[in-house]
């Protein structure tokens, strides 16, 4: 009696493929076309994924060669506190600072700690034209958003692909329903023709 109640679940997930006198061609196509989203779906997330891991990879990579850490000093003191009180803060300050690079003096705004005073030293981030940029991503940055974009790709590529079968079902399913209510128009008759003869 147990083996019968284990078995029981793969003979209702699997009765489309096999032979039984209730399968029609609809259910046999419905059975191929799950097969195929889903196979397609995990082929397309894995493809997708891979592809935006790497290119961000790429991206985060170059970027990180495209700029250098340049020693500056704050020209002036900076504010006590952020004038920014929406959206992301940092806890950091705008301020003016000055650096040299290859005998050149440049002068810019940078994030630096409040209250920092005037002949402050920091650590400044510039690319090859001499601007300065935020500062490139941690090591742990840098791979969190590697897998974080490979996933949401990958997941989206995913849904795509299993959104198209779900619908591909759903006009079988309305072409199956057409099909009983066709059937059950020619057959219905002749059963109501027996009931009422017996009666």
Known sequence: MARAQRAKPTGVWFWRW????????????????????????LLAGAIAGQAAATETDHYLTERRADIHAVAAVLTEDAPKTSA?????????????VRWTTDGVTHTARAKVEPRATAGTRITAWANRAGALVPEPPTATEHTLGVLGN??????GACSMVLAGGWLIRRRLLRQRLAEWDAEWKRVGPQWRNRSGGKG
Do not use: C, I, Q, Y
Request: aromatic share 6%; hydrophobic share 45%; proline share 2%.
């Open 18 to 41: 096999r032979h039984n006198p209730l399968r029609r061609h609809s259910d046999v196509v419905e059975a191929r076309v799950v097969l195929a989203a889903w196979t397609l779906a």
């Open 150 to 155: 490979g996933v949401l790709v990958g997941s």
């Open 84 to 96: 920014v009180t929406t959206g992301f803060d940092d806890g950091k300050v705008w301020a003016k």
